[in-house]
């Protein structure tokens, strides 16, 4: 329905929806306002609210450069530091939460990157390329390069920053290598568009969670 300027109403039943499936679906819990939801205004249907990001702080305390192992829980869970060099650490930006819970998760809950923010006081550190691994248990590897410096935009001007706009599929089999220097740290911002929930049939619903896009700005034109 239009109003006289061309403007596309909500209809009652829209709206009604929501109530319905605010107050009985948990994908809605946590919206407190209006302004908390993207609407599509073509179709009048609420999406998905945008994802908070995994947050991993890594550091190395060695004298020398050491490959830190994020994810790939089928194949490292059981190896020291869980494939990481030795004095490589890595924690969650939230109080409480072991990194071994998401590399755990990330088998049993797969999901998909759309964007990584690296934060680094180290301009060097931020410009490490990283290195995107799917390895399988008959032997077969592939391994993608991610040139960190072909993302960074010409209208970015903050140094502490990189934003990769890049997808990959995060499951047990998958992992991101990244080098980091003698006595650096770099926080790691894991933004995602989707993530699975094998859970979610038991209670008649869909398995796939999808997200909207995240509420961060892109330095990338």
């Known amino acids: ?10 209809s009652m039943n829209v709206v009604e929806k ?19 939801i993207d609407w599509n205004m073509a179709s009048g249907q609420v999406a998905s609210r945008s994802t908070e990001p995994y947050v991993l702080n890594i550091a190395n305390a060695g004298a020398g450069t050491e490959t830190a192992i ?3 829980r089928n194949r490292f869970v059981g190896q020291a530091n869980f494939g990481s060099g030795a004095n490589i650490t890595i924690t ?4 409480g939460v072991p990194y071994e819970q998401l590399l755990q998760q990330s088998a049993s809950e797969p ?3 759309v964007k990584v923010r690296l934060s680094s006081s180290s301009t060097t550190q931020l410009d490490q390329s990283m290195t995107f691994v799917k390895t399988d248990s008959n032997g077969q590897s592939a391994q993608t390069p991610i040139t960190v410096t072909s993302y ?16 990959m599929q995060i499951d047990g089999n998958t992992h991101i290598a990244y080098p980091i220097l003698a006595g650096q740290s770099v926080t790691m911002s ?8 094998i859970a979610k049939p038991l209670q008649a619903k869909g398995a796939i969670t999808e997200f909207s896009k995240a509420r961060i700005r892109s330095f990338k034109s």
Do not use: C, H
């Not at 960074?152 to 997808?167: E, G, M, V």
């Open 92 to 95: 969650i930006g939230v109080a």
């Open 1 to 10: 329905m239009k109003n006289s300027f061309g403007i596309k109403r909500l």
């Open 70 to 72: 994020i994810f790939g």
């Open 190 to 197: 894991i933004y995602i568009s989707a993530k699975v929930n």
């Open 152 to 167: 960074l935009s010409p209208d970015q001007f903050q140094n502490s920053l990189r934003d990769i706009d890049y997808r």
């Open 111 to 113: 999901f998909e990157i």
């Open 18 to 36: 929501y109530n319905r499936e605010a107050n009985g679906n948990e994908e809605f819990v946590g919206f407190d306002t209006w302004s908390d």
